[in-house]
């Protein structure tokens, strides 16, 4: 029988940098970044009282543009990437974050690419170094935001492992107490039919879908361990 896997992508596994997203016509990271530095260096100067004012601007600019809820599809997505000389990701880690938002490193990337991913934004893209401007290395990046949500968790779940939360707005919704493990998370087996490779299902907290053939491929290229899967019970 097929499988389904759950996956964690958070803080606990994967490293957040202080990488800043550019949008094409809409914000330029690097100015904003230089700006904050001139700043600092001389706050009381007329002129970086000018500076901070434009970036406040700037600022309530791109993030009223870029507001989306969690697994929402945004209205602008990022066209580069920007980090400071001592914040780069390692060679080795295949998947980090930057600004909030999951990163894949090359090899990771073109395994996602072969999958089917739905509306969501899955995009490549270049890293560059705020001090000079050049490209932080030649390799390409990709950037994904999860909005494909499909709903196969069973409600109720059979065991208390996650608990349950009911909002005033009658939202529900279920949250990992410790982790999840194999079989922990219970689905329906019509899940094995699911048209995308990774969703989000809206009645686990945080929660990323695999289907066994993107999971597979991750395990093969040696790029499991960071995603935290657990096998899902079919039911």
């Not at 007329?46 to 600019?61: A, G, T, V």
């Amino acid at each position: 029988m097929k499988k389904v896997w759950s996956a964690s992508i958070g803080l606990g596994r994967i490293t957040a940098y202080r990488i800043g997203s550019s949008y094409d016509g809409l914000f330029d990271y690097r100015t904003y970044r230089l700006n904050e530095i001139a700043i600092r260096q001389n706050p009381t100067h007329p002129d970086s009282l000018i500076l901070k004012q434009k970036n406040q601007e700037d600022w309530n600019r791109i993030c009223e543009a870029a507001a989306a809820a969690d697994f929402e599809k945004s209205l602008v997505f990022p066209n580069s990437l920007w980090a400071d000389k001592m914040d780069y990701p390692k060679d080795d880690e295949y998947v980090f974050f930057a600004n909030g938002r999951i990163v894949f490193n090359q090899q990771c990337g073109e395994i996602f690419k072969q999958f089917n991913l739905g509306q969501s934004d899955f995009a490549p893209i270049h890293i560059y170094d705020i001090e000079t401007g050049e490209l932080w290395k030649e390799e390409t990046f990709y950037i994904l935001d999860v909005s494909e949500q499909r709903r196969y968790m069973l409600n109720p779940q059979s065991h208390s492992k996650f608990k349950f939360i009911r909002y005033p707005s009658g939202l529900e919704i279920y949250s990992p107490r410790y982790g999840i493990r194999d079989n922990y998370v219970e689905l329906s087996a019509s899940a094995l039919e699911c048209d995308v490779d990774l969703w989000h299902d809206p009645l686990l907290s945080n929660s990323y879908f695999m289907s066994e053939s993107l999971q597979a491929a991750l395990s093969e290229a040696d790029m499991a361990n960071k995603f935290g899967f657990a096998l899902c019970k079919l039911i």
